[in-house]
């Protein structure tokens, strides 16, 4: 497999691209913007996107991208931000944090009654008076106005077969099996991009050739691992963050259920982050150290062997980490207010051009064909 002799075909203002560029958006509900911000940065920043996977909101901002051409995507993620968003307008008033903590609660508490429009709208009756066993007796909200969404702004023509390789992960309810849909593997519709964001008990699960699917957010909240096992060139991977794993110690019990979320949500991708890059690492020093062989141990069938276990392709691994601000609480992920989502999505984009602004570290990696992670944007 390539290594150090890899060498970069594209090159985007200030960062050489390898032969992929990956994508990868976690789940996190309204904080979804980020990843827009991030999106429309990194096409400021002329960086080619080759592959998107996502899951439960990172899905649909996948979808999005996947299912538009460069001159109309942007326009497609704001419509949808701008719809789910419509309910609660933005009126920025000057606050200070205690007001705007209780401006930021009581927008989540309307979307707990109302919905998100363009998205999930309650359900006329509550799900015990439902018949047992039918979507309506398994969650509080019904998700038909996603669907009718993401028919509206996506060209599925397009994103199965279009230029951008799109992958979304969902949990089956019966086995409990995370698995993905892969445009490279099989036809996705509007229900893949529903089923990865089916978050119990709120949203219902979402039916797909027999069996049925639950947020993959229950199983792994990044799409990371797919990207890696299926890697076939050198790759560079921006993976979007919306939990960040360290945070302050709480001190109120709204900070509580924030940093519960934060732990829950960010821990799994951490420790799948850390612990995939530090075998591959090992790995490329496993490949050095046979360099160094003799040229008649070369030749050895075992030591062979022993190459061909651990030669991978490289990766740069770019994480933008989301940091909350300090009124947003453990209700964040469900704020769909549009002063909010214009604040997010502002995040995503300073995040990305933070990044670009040290892209040297991340272009000299690239170059010499090595596998590490960055953080150019922390704290």
């Not at 592959?51 to 899905?59: E, K, M, Q, R």
């Not at 009654?113 to 039918?134: D, K």
């Not at 007796?137 to 230029?163: I, M, Q, R």
Request: hydrophobic share 45%.
């Amino acid at each position: 497999m390539a290594d150090a002799e890899s060498r970069p075909r594209r090159q985007a203002p200030g960062l050489p691209l390898p032969d992929t560029v990956a994508l990868v958006l976690q789940g996190g509900g309204a904080l979804g913007a980020y990843q827009a911000g991030v999106i429309e940065e990194l096409h400021t920043a002329g960086i080619e996107v080759d592959w998107v996977a996502g899951i439960s909101i990172g899905a649909v901002n996948a979808a999005l991208f996947a299912g538009n051409p460069p001159e109309k995507r942007l326009a497609a993620i704001k419509a949808f931000w701008d719809q789910a968003t419509s309910a609660l307008p933005d009126v920025s008033l000057p606050l200070n944090d205690a007001a705007r903590e209780f401006s930021h609660e009581w927008a989540a508490g309307m979307v707990m009654l109302g919905g998100v429009p363009g998205f999930f709208r309650p359900r006329l009756l509550p799900p015990g008076f439902a018949v047992p066993g039918t979507p309506e007796a398994l969650s509080f909200y019904d998700t038909a106005p996603l669907k009718e969404t993401l028919d509206g702004l996506v060209d599925w023509d397009l994103l199965n077969h279009g230029p951008v390789r799109l992958s979304v992960g969902a949990v089956e309810l019966q086995s409990g099996n995370f698995r993905y849909f892969d445009t490279r593997d099989e036809t996705l519709d509007a229900r893949h991009i529903m089923a990865s964001g089916a978050l119990p008990p709120g949203l219902p699960p979402v039916k797909i050739d027999g069996c049925w699917y639950w947020d993959g957010g229950l199983v792994s909240n990044t799409p990371l691992t797919h990207i890696l096992d299926r890697q076939d060139a050198a790759t560079l991977i921006f993976q979007v963050d919306l939990f960040p794993a360290a945070d302050e110690l709480p001190r109120t019990i709204t900070d509580v259920i924030a940093r519960e979320k934060e732990i829950r949500f960010s821990s799994r991708t951490r420790a799948v982050s850390d612990e995939r890059m530090r075998l591959r690492q090992e790995r490329q020093m496993v490949c050095r150290l046979l360099d160094k062989l003799p040229p008649e141990l070369l030749a050895d069938p075992e030591v062979q062997e022993i190459r061909q276990r651990v030669s991978e392709y490289p990766v740069s691994l770019v994480q933008l980490i989301y940091r909350a601000n300090a009124w947003e609480g453990g209700s964040r992920d469900f704020e769909f207010s549009a002063r909010s989502m214009h604040e997010h999505w502002q995040a995503g984009r300073a995040a990305v051009a933070e990044t670009m602004a040290n892209a040297q570290i991340v272009a000299r990696n690239i170059l010499d064909g090595h596998t590490a992670a960055f953080d150019l944007t922390q704290k």
